[in-house]
């Protein structure tokens, strides 16, 4: 066995059983607050405590970190990362409207300009806890499956299926049991399932990301957008989805199987985007070199 492989097999067995381990640990004493307790703390840091010991001792090295923001060289990621998520809830939340699972209500009642702050708020609650996650995703194992040369499209679907086995204490357990009914018609079972489903979907996009600038940032960009506007949208009342099958798969939010396919083909466009670049970069290499050696006889 590898030492690459070795590596990725300590992660994901340490990534899908801490959640379970931290659960375990607020059996003693139990915390008031599920989220705010000692299992939380273990479940959303022992992914990255891990991948900076594999990275320190167990030979990853730091060389595809990807801490870097390279906006000079990357600034058009950055700019996909900030519409990428509004441009694709706007579609779905056209398609919902033609099939009659989801009204506007909230911003007629509310205006518009209500829905700012809300998402301003939704944003802070979350770009510390997605430090976390994107640099255990795309900081680990997008250029780690990379590195073993996985195809795109296996690396997100291991990498989808990590992430939704990551989640699945936060929904059995951590999540506030309020707050999910709030946010989904489905149960937990079903949306435990449908997230192994969806994550491998939206990993593509984010993986692709994440090679084309090779920085964490955009991602991380691109997931604090994605988790306040659906947060806004739901938790705000802006929205209303029908409390059926339909109104989940047309959500803006983590169970939305329509918004995920439609991420998973931004995703295929720009793997296709990278595949050319990779291409065109030899060609032009190639060109160069032939005319420096003309001008040289």
């Not at 001792?57 to 923001?69: I, R």
């Not at 936060?170 to 994550?199: A, D, H, K, M």
């Not at 083909?265 to 970069?281: D, E, F, H, S, T």
Request: overall charge positive.
């Amino acid at each position: 066995m590898s030492k690459a492989i070795r590596n990725l097999i300590i992660f994901t067995v340490v990534a899908v059983a801490c959640g379970f381990v931290g659960i375990a640990l607020d059996r003693l004493p139990p915390p008031q607050d599920t989220m705010q307790g000692l299992g939380a703390l273990v479940w959303l840091t022992a992914p990255l405590a891990t991948i900076l010991l594999l990275r320190t001792f167990g030979g990853d090295g730091w060389k595809d970190f990807g801490l870097g923001l390279y906006l000079k060289t990357g600034w058009r990621w950055y700019l996909a990362a900030l519409l990428i998520t509004p441009l694709v809830t706007l579609v779905t939340l056209g398609v919902a409207s033609v099939f009659g699972v989801v009204t506007f209500g909230g911003f007629a009642t509310q205006g518009f300009g209500a829905f700012l702050p809300a998402f301003g708020v939704g944003l802070t609650t979350v770009m510390v806890k997605n430090i976390f996650e994107e640099f255990t995703w795309r900081g680990y194992l997008t250029p780690r499956f990379e590195a073993i040369k996985l195809h795109p499209y296996v690396s997100a679907l291991l990498t989808g299926f990590i992430w939704a086995g990551w989640h699945v204490p936060y929904y059995l357990y951590f999540l506030n049991r309020e707050t999910f009914v709030e946010r989904t018609s489905l149960g937990v079972w079903e949306f435990i399932l449908i997230t192994f489903v969806v994550f491998p979907l939206i990993a593509l996009t984010f993986g692709e990301l994440r090679l084309l600038s090779k920085s964490v940032w955009p991602g991380w960009l691109m997931h604090n957008i994605a988790n306040a506007v659906s947060l806004a949208l739901i938790s705000g009342n802006f929205i209303g989805l029908s409390r059926n099958f339909a109104g989940a798969i047309f959500s803006p939010g983590t169970e939305g199987v329509f918004i995920s396919l439609l991420m998973s083909l931004v995703g295929v466009a720009l793997y296709q985007a990278r595949k050319n670049q990779a291409a065109i970069l030899p060609r032009t290499q190639t060109g160069i070199l032939a005319f420096l050696r003309s001008t040289q006889k």
